[in-house]
């Protein structure tokens, strides 16, 4: 059984930074995709960033520059390092792994971005 645990997160001002991670629990293969999706009130959820297994990363356009992603396969990790937070970033985001075809998901972690 596949399990995604999630931490971090939190209310931080706009210009702050704050780190999101997920812990993958269970027998995975080592390809796959891991990544983050958020879902702020009212709206539907969308990706924010992914990585591969090779590495290659992909983000929205809104938090590209900003937003980094990073996987240890050794741990089965990812991780969101988010900097220069917006207020329309408040959300809350969800941890993703597509693995054989499956895609499993996160608790979700709420991140909110106020003065």
């Known amino acids: 059984q596949v399990q995604l645990v999630e931490s971090g997160g939190g209310l931080m001002q706009p210009g702050g930074s704050l780190r999101l991670s997920c812990e993958i629990r269970?027998?995975?293969?080592?390809?796959?995709?891991m990544g983050w999706y958020r879902q702020a009130p009212g709206k539907q959820r969308e990706l924010v960033a992914t990585?591969?297994?090779?590495?290659?990363?992909n983000y929205a356009d809104s938090v590209k520059g900003r937003f980094t992603i990073s996987r240890d396969n050794t741990k089965n990790t990812v991780n969101l390092e988010m900097r220069s937070l917006k207020p329309e970033d408040t959300a809350i985001y969800f941890c993703?792994?597509?693995?054989?075809?499956?895609?499993?998901w996160g608790q979700g972690s709420q991140v909110t971005v106020s003065s």
């Open positions: 993703y792994l597509l693995h054989l075809g499956f895609a499993y």
């Open positions: 990585v591969g297994s090779s590495g290659r990363t």
């Open positions: 269970g027998n995975i293969f080592s390809s796959n995709t």
